[in-house]
């Protein structure tokens, strides 16, 4: 039950940073709202870890495959191309399509078992419960 409350919370807050990235961009522009808000949160990231966790940051280094050390690189753009998308489709649209995506590229993961998660069976319950999100969205827009 928590973990769902925290994925809840998860989406409502990036939902929340997309807005407020988007309208930090109109006074700025997208690299550099991009970078105030990637400095800004390894400031707060510095911070807490300063006060709570204290391991050592050399540990990263240690990741094996070293690739899976681009999450940051990948960060900056997904902050991009939410601003971007927000920008041109509004925010609910952006959204949705973003969510769509993310359920998709989530399950070939889990499918083919990428970036060294567990393999998953193939199960036409999520194919539907995709496709059904994809009808969602097409309701959503219809005018």
């Not at 709570?52 to 094996?64: I, N």
């Amino acid at each position: 039950m928590v973990g769902f409350l925290i994925a809840l919370l998860s989406g409502a807050l990036m939902s929340i940073q997309g807005v407020f990235n988007t309208q930090v961009t109109k006074a700025s522009s997208v690299w550099t709202a991009n970078t105030f808000v990637q400095g800004s949160a390894f400031l707060l990231c510095l911070f807490i870890w300063a006060f709570t966790d204290r391991s050592s940051m050399a540990a990263v280094w240690k990741v094996e495959p070293k690739y899976l050390l681009l999450g940051g690189c990948i960060g900056a753009f997904i902050t991009y191309t939410v601003i971007k998308s927000m920008e041109m489709l509004g925010p609910a649209k952006a959204v949705l399509l973003i969510v769509v995506a993310q359920i998709a590229v989530a399950y070939l993961i889990e499918l083919f078992g990428l970036f060294g998660t567990d393999k998953q069976p193939f199960e036409w319950r999520k194919v539907l419960g995709l496709a059904l999100a994809v009808a969602g969205i097409t309701i959503f827009k219809w005018k």
